[in-house]
């Protein structure tokens, strides 16, 4: 069974934390109640983004490796209670093939052929904050594992403008 989105937690403000540049010819500051004043500021009041979609496209030489790292960002999007979408991946690799010869200057009839297979494996994720997304991103790129590309498409909820709503 799908959850339902849950509005109560993306509406509240998020309190961002002071981060203090630590220099090498500096010493920290020791006093920790400056810290602890910092964070019981309220929020600038700027509301959190919401997307409707996120489309994660993978482009990689091993399809196995891929199906491990879809199944790692599924089960990551679960912990944070990411709504998962469909998932799917084309029935067969893209192939460039690459035609040269193989002396430069003469025996034109001889030739070498290379060929590159390229698999793409496609995720779609629903109804996201913009905080949990980045969060949710920073993790996965992070842990994107070798001969594997990411492309992220986001679909972004805004306000109708004023003047298209009359």
């Not at 001969?147 to 679909?155: D, F, H, M, S």
Request: net charge positive; with cysteine.
């Amino acid at each position: 069974m799908l959850k339902l989105f849950n509005f109560t937690r993306t509406l509240t403000p998020i309190v961002p934390r002071p981060v203090q540049a630590i220099r090498w010819y500096t010493e920290p500051s020791t006093s920790p109640a400056n810290a602890v004043q910092h964070q019981q500021q309220p929020a600038c009041g700027v509301p959190d983004k919401l997307f409707s979609r996120v489309e994660l496209q993978m482009k990689g030489i091993d399809p196995e490796v891929m199906k491990s790292y879809a199944l790692f960002a599924k089960t990551a999007a679960e912990h944070l209670d990411i709504e998962v979408g469909k998932h799917w991946a084309l029935r067969k690799a893209v192939k460039d093939r690459l035609t040269l010869l193989k002396s430069v200057h003469i025996y034109k009839k001889h030739r070498v052929q290379y060929e590159v297979r390229n698999y793409y494996r496609f995720m779609h994720f629903h109804k996201l904050t913009g905080s949990t997304l980045d969060t949710f991103l920073e993790y996965i790129e992070r842990n994107l594992p070798e001969g594997i590309a990411l492309k992220v498409t986001k679909v972004e909820v805004q306000q109708l403008p004023e003047h298209l709503g009359k």
